[in-house]
């Protein structure tokens, strides 16, 4: 079968070129900056791609698959869509764009507590099938209900964030005013009058909110009272006194997201926790903390026959995904890949075809089984043995044909 390419976008980074173009200044800082100077943002990537894997070309090959099973769902791809912030700031309706493509070619969609479209809305697009990550509320009883909620709407998966104790240092977030309190400037007014697109669609779909919240947010708040609420709704630090409840109440897969330690893995494993992402929060939180795929090898190696060990943070492509399960990763997911890919796209940036000529089509055939492909240390110099076939314009295609 023939596919069809999009030749003005055969990267990420075309997309996310053309993202730049499309939305304002503040909205496309908030999505593509990290912390502090960026350094553990820029090392997630850079670390990643030292990974390099070693072909064996002339072992026989019967065939190759991208389906994986994952808490005894089998998915079409070994990729998902992370929970995002704000998603609806950086393209208007975007998690509703995004749901609704992850369930069209049966990929996980995990959404945020402050994203910008309810558990109620994501669970009715995705038949139940959507993926939910809890901030963690100061109050038990917010707590619980956020929870009720998701066992609800049929979330199969919990995902409780552990890596924001506090909120990170983002300099381009004060700078744009998207820090708590939130402040809107001349300055934003004037970059959104710039992309008339973006502001018609904002119009459209109305001013994104937190919509999780909205039912425990007391009405008419000004910015400054917004930013006091957050910071009293919502403690961060997560420890066996906080967690222990929550694998009590919940009754679905539990998993825990933002581990770089061995020492948080035994925890979790301890706790009865179904699963871990190794995830830095895509380099958002400790600018000098280890990139992703660094604690991923070992914790892996270690504990991946224990508990299912996922990764996030850095992943940008077909092939980085594959670097990715190769280094131990049962599953991948990625925030900014689909996010460049809306608001590059809009409406369109969900759109695909048939899984069956989506994401990472394996064409080497002998790393046909990429979990089963090796990590040499120091690595093996040589071609990643995965080639991507995508049309990564309107599509949920992550990467590119290699060149």
């Not at 990537?45 to 190759?64: A, C, D, F, I, M």
């Not at 869509?81 to 609806?88: E, N």
Request: aromatic share 6%; charged share 25%.
């Amino acid at each position: 079968m023939a596919i069809k390419i999009d030749t003005r976008y055969p990267s990420i980074d075309d997309l996310r070129k053309r993202a730049q173009q499309k939305i304002p200044k503040f909205a496309f800082e908030y999505l593509d900056g990290g912390c502090n100077e960026d350094v553990n943002l820029i090392r997630n990537t850079s670390e990643l791609r030292e990974v390099q894997l070693k072909p064996n070309y002339l072992r026989n090959h019967g065939g190759s698959s991208t389906k994986t099973k994952l808490f005894g769902i089998e998915y079409d791809a070994p990729f998902g869509i992370a929970p995002v912030g704000l998603q609806g700031l950086m393209w208007p309706n975007s998690p509703e764009i995004l749901a609704k493509a992850a369930f069209e070619h049966n990929i996980p969609f995990i959404l945020s507590t402050v994203t910008t479209t309810s558990i109620e809305r994501v669970a009715e697009l995705t038949e139940g099938k959507a993926w939910f990550q809890l901030y963690h509320p100061t109050e038990n009883s917010l707590r619980d209900d956020i929870i009720k909620r998701a066992a609800t709407s049929e979330c199969p998966v919990l995902v409780i964030l552990c890596d924001v104790p506090s909120f990170g240092h983002r300099p381009r977030d004060i700078r744009n005013g998207l820090a708590m309190p939130p402040k809107m400037n001349v300055t934003n007014i004037l970059q959104a009058f710039g992309r008339p697109h973006w502001s018609l669609q904002t119009l459209k779909h109305g001013i994104p909110g937190f919509a999780n919240l909205l039912p425990y947010m007391p009405k008419n708040l000004d910015l400054k009272q917004l930013g006091k609420f957050m910071d009293q709704t919502f403690s961060g630090r997560l420890n066996e006194e906080k967690i222990k409840p929550i694998r009590d109440m919940w009754k679905g897969k539990l998993v825990l997201k933002g581990v770089a330690s061995h020492y948080d893995t035994e925890q979790a494993i301890r706790l009865g926790l179904d699963g871990i992402i190794v995830s830095n929060h895509g380099g958002r939180q400790l600018d000098a903390g280890e990139s992703s795929i660094k604690p991923l090898k070992t914790i892996a190696e270690k504990y991946g026959n224990q508990i299912e060990v996922m990764m996030d943070s850095g992943i940008r492509s077909g092939v980085d995904v594959a670097r990715s399960l190769a280094s131990g990763a049962k599953f991948t997911f990625m925030g900014r890949s689909f996010m460049y890919c809306v608001s590059a796209l809009g409406k369109n940036g969900g759109k695909a075809k048939k899984l069956s000529d989506l994401n990472i089509i394996i064409k080497h055939n002998n790393v046909a089984r990429i979990k089963q492909a090796r990590i040499s240390r120091p690595p093996i110099v040589g071609v990643p043995a995965l080639v991507r076939i995508c049309d990564s314009g309107p599509s949920l295609r992550i990467g590119c044909p290699s060149a």
